[in-house]
């Protein structure tokens, strides 16, 4: 029997998962998520938290010769989300077979938890940015086709004034394949492909392309594309997620645990306007 000292040690690996914590972004790095490491060490699953946003100053006050500016002040938002737990839990028998595979288990352990806990984010994500329940999002329907320029326009529309700020396109595989047939009304491909590594865009947004996209089972199903502002989303997770250890009595193997609370939040509103942070284009 491998024991704790000759293969694995929790502290090593908690500060390995912890020093390469930061910069976990979800939605694959676009603007839409607003990333925080700082939620509250004794937050447990379950638990309702505060997530905060300022608000504006307003525009400038125009004053004549002599006259004083009024005062304003500078407030802070909030709205309420409830935090996850997500953890991996695994045997340290496992840990024997990586080692002669690898040169260094903690590092190939780290790599794995932090690939899984970037899934997990974006999955929440997606999930928080696609329902329909609280404020913020509003769905136009085109489900009578397939995507096109015009419900792609009349998506970008429900925005009002604030469709420049757009930062991602979340679709189906399903719906990319639609896209890349669809044409504009002078006949011109919607769809560019990258030509240098970076993402497909449609009317100069970058699309993601994800089977986490929302599908409505149906005859035919329809698919779910969502269209998310810059600062749509937040993403609030303990920096340093916890590695506890017990014992298997049964097997006499250690048993190791990973957990990290976080929260995904849509924002019903952004500062200062009242337009839908996230618009769900539904179609064939």
Request: aromatic letters at 8%.
């Amino acid at each position: 029997m491998t024991t704790r000292s000759d293969l694995f040690i929790p502290e090593v690996l908690a500060d390995a998962v912890a020093g390469a914590w930061p910069d976990r972004v979800a939605l694959l790095g676009t603007e839409a998520v607003v990333e925080s490491r700082t939620l509250p060490g004794d937050a447990k699953g379950g638990d309702r938290v505060r997530i905060p946003y300022f608000g504006v100053l307003g525009e400038y006050e125009v004053v004549g010769e002599g006259q004083s500016l009024t005062p304003t002040k500078l407030t802070m938002t909030t709205e309420e989300a409830v935090v996850q737990r997500a953890g991996k839990l695994f045997e340290i028998t496992a840990w024997a077979r990586m080692a002669a595979m690898y040169a260094d288990p903690y590092a190939e352990a780290t790599r794995q938890l932090l690939e899984g806990a970037r899934r997990t984010f974006d999955r929440a994500l997606v999930e928080a940015a696609a329902s329909t329940t609280g404020g913020g999002v509003q769905t136009v329907n085109a489900s009578s086709g397939t995507i096109s320029y015009d419900a792609i326009v009349d998506a970008l529309s429900a925005f009002g004034e604030s469709e420049d700020s757009v930062a991602a396109v979340v679709m189906h595989p399903k719906v990319l394949n639609d896209l890349r047939k669809a044409k504009s009304n002078d006949g011109m491909p919607l769809f560019l492909n990258p030509q240098d590594g970076g993402r497909p865009r449609v009317l100069g947004l970058p699309i993601i392309v994800s089977r986490r996209a929302p599908v409505i089972s149906g005859t035919p199903n329809t698919y779910v594309t969502l269209f998310v502002r810059r600062g749509a989303l937040a993403l609030w997770y303990n920096g340093t997620p916890s590695i506890e250890t017990d014992k298997d009595i049964a097997s006499d193997t250690l048993l190791a645990a990973v957990n990290v609370y976080f929260v995904a939040h849509r924002y019903s509103r952004l500062p200062g306007d009242t337009d839908p942070v996230v618009v769900r284009l539904v179609t064939r």
